[in-house]
């Protein structure tokens, strides 16, 4: 039977990498989820490396242009539908099913999410201010 001992130095080679390796993905302290609605509209939200961002919005009538920055803030998948809320009539084309869209905050910087509808319900036609969603998400480095 062969009996093979490392030098110490090769094992130390090999600890000291790998350790490297942990302290990366221990900066991200904490991260949050940062829930933003309708109500969102036209602001700015700060979010950390790592935090992820939840966009909910109150109509299947949105579409969703994902982010203008996407190394910054990530879409992880397509907008998804909720379950039906109870105040709303199972009647086709209200369009009052919420969608959901989430992204990650990768790196620093600034990203901005635009969504748009042009219909708000049983064939109407949405008002100005009902057309367009701009959020603006500063993202710091995480501390």
């Not at 094992?11 to 904490?30: D, F, K, M, R, W």
């Amino acid at each position: 039977m062969l009996h093979f001992r490392w030098p110490a130095i090769a094992v130390a080679a090999v600890i000291v990498p790998l350790a490297g390796c942990g302290s990366h993905t221990s900066s991200v302290t904490n991260p949050q989820v940062i829930a933003v609605h309708d109500s969102a509209n036209g602001t700015t939200v700060s979010a950390r490396v790592g935090d992820t961002v939840v966009l909910t919005l109150s109509s299947s009538y949105w579409h969703v242009a994902g982010s203008s920055a996407p190394r910054i803030l990530r879409q992880y998948g397509p907008a998804a539908l909720l379950p039906r809320p109870s105040d709303c009539p199972a009647i086709p084309g209200l369009g009052c099913v919420p969608i959901r869209v989430t992204f990650k905050a990768l790196t620093d910087g600034t990203a901005i999410v635009k969504a748009s509808r042009t219909t708000c319900g049983e064939a109407l036609r949405c008002g100005k201010q009902a057309t367009h969603f701009t959020l603006t998400v500063l993202v710091k480095p995480s501390s």
